[in-house]
């Protein structure tokens, strides 16, 4: 791994201990100018690792605790009339003047405030009242949702899921990291101890490098011939969309870019694949009842599909 990236995953070890894979993850992802959505339960550590992350990128934070009585104009603001000047002002929503939005139990709110999510994550910009706000560089989003069947939960429209780049899960500390956070904590807040190592610019720049990684055809094809086995297995309703052909593309290169290459071998592909499809991936009526995972469909896939001899490239 790069010795700046390399950095910033050891300062976000600080406060969250044991999960360097899901850190390592969520970099790429924001390396890749994608949003990330947790399926966790609480207390796992979602916002301290928002936190640290904004802290070590040098990224302003916000967070937004969505629950039914979040209205969109929380999210993307509003238009209020101003009486000195006769014109309406506009009022900016937490979407504004961020760079890491934590958005949390996203899956609480209402879909009519789920939506106005949309505009934010795909275009990087809100529309208010026929006026058009852009949004600052980066922006990402990281939300959380509870396991949907519990208390006040409803599942995310597709068109909102298939916007989430990956979907991870931090889950509960083995024995050793559990005990790691108890000893931090009889010190005080580990959050305190975590530093800046890198600039807004810094991963600006970052992303671009990583845009700059080359995929040969080869690795197209590859990325192709997955997502339309997705769409063929006789277990799903719905496979990989177009939009998560082109994230994995992003991801695989971003992966590439942290083990130090320029270019993308399927190993990359295979390491992300599940992280970026699995939530786009509808299960038939059957495989659900059958205990089928689309988990389990995905890794049928990368053992079925062949996997491109790239040296001949």
Do not use: W
Request: proline content about 4%.
């Amino acid at each position: 791994m790069q010795k700046e990236l390399e950095r910033a995953v050891r300062e976000v070890e600080k406060a969250i201990s044991g999960k360097r894979t899901v850190i390592e993850k969520i970099l790429m992802a924001q390396l890749s100018d994608g949003h990330i959505l947790l399926d966790d339960l609480p207390g796992v550590g979602k916002t301290t690792l928002a936190v640290a992350l904004s802290r070590t990128l040098g990224l302003n934070y916000h967070r937004i605790q969505f629950t039914p009585d979040v209205l969109p104009s929380d999210i993307i603001g509003f238009s209020v009339y101003n009486r000195d000047t006769g014109a309406f002002a506009y009022q900016p929503g937490v979407v504004n003047d961020t760079n890491l939005l934590l958005g949390d139990e996203i899956n609480r709110t209402s879909s009519k405030t789920q939506s106005a999510l949309l505009e934010a994550m795909e275009e990087r910009q809100v529309t208010v009242d026929g006026s058009t706000y852009p949004l600052q560089k980066p922006f990402i989003v990281i939300a959380t949702q509870n396991n949907v069947g519990t208390a006040g939960t409803q599942t995310l429209p597709y068109a909102q899921v298939d916007r989430f780049l990956v979907r991870l899960s931090l889950g509960y500390p083995d024995f050793g990291a559990q005990m790691e956070l108890l000893r931090a904590r009889q010190g005080g807040d580990p959050l305190a101890s975590v530093g800046q190592t890198l600039t807004r610019e810094d991963v600006t720049r970052m992303q671009g490098e990583v845009r700059a990684v080359t995929a040969k055809d080869s690795i197209l094809s590859y990325l192709t011939r997955l997502a339309l086995a997705s769409r063929e297995h006789p277990m799903t309703e719905i496979g990989v969309s177009p939009r998560g052909v082109l994230f994995l593309d992003r991801m695989a290169k971003a992966h590439a870019y942290l083990e130090g290459r320029d270019y993308v071998v399927p190993e990359d592909v295979r390491a992300i694949f599940a992280d970026v499809c699995a939530h786009r991936v509808i299960l038939t009526q059957r495989a659900r009842l059958s205990g089928v995972t689309a988990e389990s469909v995905l890794a049928e896939l990368l053992a079925s599909v062949e996997v491109p001899d790239t040296r001949r490239d």
